[in-house]
């Protein structure tokens, strides 16, 4: 069965530190997507990043970075130099694959709460 | 802003009754999801439409139903609701669910149910 573990619930930083939050995941298909999403505390999802099974390049953004693996099933996300507008949930997401190959649901983690603190 | 638009924004009912969330996908998009987030299941997938047609079904109750009309919006009914069906109920859109798509999330409705 398809899964995506956060293992760290709540994480607390000041602001200026690093931080990186986990994703574990688990699939048997070989082509699959991982998602990273945004939740401010005024509910929205923000999409942040999406990346496919075959890409296992690490992305930087700005002051985001991922960090894909496939050998040890991990899609982490470092956040440098936090800022105290990047307390959030972030959920890390695996996509289902369906109907030949077209991306289906997502199924996500529980997510990491994010508190910066200034 | 995602461009993708819900309402309401809350809704406050009582047990038994029945409701229904309105779902308006980004400009140009064919494919329309349903997800629930609550405090003890976490964001669950409920269903899946493309272009009016249902394309995929997860952990959907029996007592919800969703369509897709010819202008692509879609609506959630939630009926004879009980208090466990309190959460916030996500729409979010794609161009038609392939393999360079993303989904795009709406603001959310969050149902109350006393």
């Known amino acids: 069965a398809q899964k995506v573990t956060q293992a760290q619930t709540e994480i607390s930083v000041v602001e200026k530190e690093d931080v990186t939050l986990d994703c574990v995941y688990e699939?048997?298909?070989?082509?699959?997507?991982l998602f990273w999403y945004k939740q401010p505390p005024s509910g929205e999802l923000v999409f942040l990043i999406r990346r496919n099974s075959f890409d296992e390049q690490n992305e930087i953004s700005g002051r985001y970075s991922w960090n894909f693996q496939k050998s040890t099933s991990s899609f982490n996300f470092t956040i440098t130099a936090s800022q105290v507008v990047d307390s959030a949930v972030y959920f890390c997401a695996l996509s289902e694959m369906n109907y030949g190959g077209s991306q289906g649901n997502l199924i996500f983690g529980k997510g990491t709460k994010l508190s910066v603190k200034p | 802003d995602s461009g993708v638009t819900q309402t309401p924004k809350h809704l406050i009912t009582a047990t038994g009754q029945r409701v229904t969330l309105r779902c308006s996908p980004r400009?140009?998009?064919?494919?329309v999801y349903w997800y629930q987030q609550s405090l003890d299941q976490g964001l669950q997938f409920l269903i899946q439409y493309y272009n009016g047609e249902e394309r995929a079904k997860g952990n959907i109750l029996e007592r919800f139903s969703a369509q897709q009309f010819p202008d692509l919006h879609s609506e959630l009914n939630l009926s004879s609701l009980e208090l466990g069906d309190s959460a916030l109920y996500f729409c979010?859109?794609?161009?038609?669910?392939?393999?360079?798509?993303?989904?795009?999330f709406g603001p959310g409705t969050r149902l109350t149910v006393l």
């Open positions: 699939t048997r298909d070989t082509t699959y997507y």
């Open positions: 400009s140009g998009d064919l494919s």
């Open positions: 979010a859109s794609s161009y038609e669910g392939g393999t360079t798509d993303t989904q795009y």
